[in-house]
């Protein structure tokens, strides 16, 4: 492994990327000399700039910066990019971006949160809490936590790291956590492993890279080939049963919830959530746990966890007055779609939904089509836009449209990015909820202009 200390030049190759951009900001705070890639421009690449990143959107040798000693680079970059073939033919050593996250977390005592979904609102809610605790922390997040606009958390002076451990292309194999926590295993990525059963032998894999005297938080009801439980304690978490950690005397306030938490031993009273969701009340569960079982304190846990404003596009209120509410959400697989829309109903029982969805990836699709037609059928109408294609070449036959044809077409139909602003204006709807792990986000600002409009005509 390169002794990332030593060196001083990094170049990254999709460094727009959620995790990717942590990784950048982290070094360049280090003092190292950062610049970067990528095919997009976005906010969050705007924002590296202004931090003083090198960055351009265009594959071309022309562009990359002399005197680089490391390139990382993120799984959704394609083999056949000229930048990498040409880096990697100058013999520049290339790491992942997980084999650099497993540098910096090996050098400290470290939280990794794993799962198909949830890890993100999960592992910001314990970097916030330990941030506020004697503890403090590190985090590299993959959102960006609105309490510090920003996917990296630093604090002066730590001994731990808060990081999203993620399953896909095995990268978690390459941490090694004091504390682990599984929040799901649901089928995904299956372009990656094939079959639910290797997806869940990887899960199990990633139990058996906890440090000796560590600790597995496990969302009950999840099934692992667990090694062998004298070099770790297993807990097991939930919020409507009982379990080691489990929530009670759930209370909507005022479209909030307040619930007590039984733990082994004793119970934190009257936890205030400071965002919505009975979903966000399952993630603060796994959070509190873990932050507790670190050594924060119950006061140290309370005031932060009621200060947690979420992540931005994690059940993200965007827009709000007495007729409508704009909710956007990251959600792209069937199971996170049904938890965000009757996440929705219970804060707004009987509200119309109008749902639009942007589907990720042609695998996907096309491995859940009926799953997601399903899921989708919650919301009272649903529009569908075009399959964002991420890392992926076309699939023949694999279209929104293979979605739609197990849905209920009188009530969803397939539209496209720039029409969609029109289709809104013949919609009668009380809640709006977008979704998708694509470029989706790019519509969020121009919806919240124009119900901004719409409220005052």
């Excluded at 080691?244 to 005397?249: K, V």
């Excluded at 042609?362 to 059928?377: C, I, N, P, Q």
């Excluded at 293979?402 to 602003?421: E, N, P, R």
Aim: hydrophobic share 40%; proline share 4%.
């Amino acid at each position: 492994m390169i002794d990332l200390k030593n060196i001083k030049n990094i170049y990254f190759l999709g460094i727009g990327g959620i995790g990717m951009s942590a990784l950048a900001r982290y070094f360049k705070l280090l003092g190292k000399i950062v610049s970067g890639y990528d095919r997009t421009q976005t906010e969050l690449t705007d924002q590296l700039q202004a931090e003083g990143i090198e960055i351009h959107f265009e594959d071309n040798l022309n562009l990359i910066p002399e005197n680089i000693e490391l390139v990382i680079v993120t799984p959704a970059i394609p083999k056949s990019l000229k930048e990498l073939q040409f880096l990697r033919e100058k013999e520049i050593p290339v790491l992942k971006r997980a084999e650099a996250l497993g540098w910096i977390t090996d050098r400290k005592k470290t939280i990794a949160v794993s799962g198909t979904h949830g890890k993100t609102s999960v592992s910001a809610m314990i970097a916030h809490i330990l941030h506020h605790s004697k503890l403090g922390c590190h985090a590299f997040l993959g959102g960006i936590a609105k309490n510090y606009n920003s996917n990296l958390i630093l604090s002066k002076k730590t001994e731990w790291v808060v990081a999203e451990a993620d399953e896909f292309d095995r990268s978690f194999l390459h941490l090694n956590p004091d504390i682990e926590i599984i929040t799901s295993m649901d089928a995904d990525h299956l372009d990656i492993y094939g079959t639910l059963q290797n997806l869940t032998d990887s899960f199990s894999q990633f139990a058996g890279k906890i440090r000796k005297n560590g600790i597995l938080l496990l969302k009950k009801g999840l099934q692992l080939n667990l090694p062998d439980l004298r070099d770790f304690t297993c807990y097991r978490y939930a919020i409507d049963e009982e379990a080691d950690f489990y929530a009670t005397n759930i209370i909507l306030k005022n479209g909030f919830y307040q619930f007590d938490l039984a733990m082994p031993g004793s119970v934190i009273e009257s936890i205030d959530l400071g965002i919505p969701g009975l979903l966000n009340v399952e993630n603060a569960v796994a959070a509190i746990a873990a932050a507790h079982l670190a050594g924060a304190g119950e006061t140290e846990i309370k005031s932060a966890i009621s200060k947690f404003t979420g992540i931005k596009r994690r059940f993200d209120i965007r827009f709000r007055n007495d007729d409508i509410v704009y909710i956007d959400d990251y959600a792209h697989h069937p199971e996170e779609i049904r938890r965000t829309v009757l996440s929705v109903r219970q804060i707004f029982p009987g509200k119309k939904i109008l749902g639009v969805f942007q589907p990720h990836l042609y695998s996907r699709t096309r491995d859940f089509a009926e799953d997601f037609a399903k899921s989708l059928g919650l919301p009272d109408e649903v529009i569908l836009l075009p399959i964002y294609p991420a890392r992926e070449e076309p699939i023949t036959g694999i279209s929104s449209r293979t979605i739609l044809d197990f849905m209920d077409q009188s009530k969803s139909y397939v539209s496209s990015k720039a029409g969609l602003l029109k289709d809104l204006e013949s919609k009668i709807f009380d809640i709006l909820l977008t979704m998708g792990a694509g470029d989706i986000d790019q519509l969020v600002k121009p919806i919240e202009k124009y119900l901004q409009q719409r409220s005052k005509n």
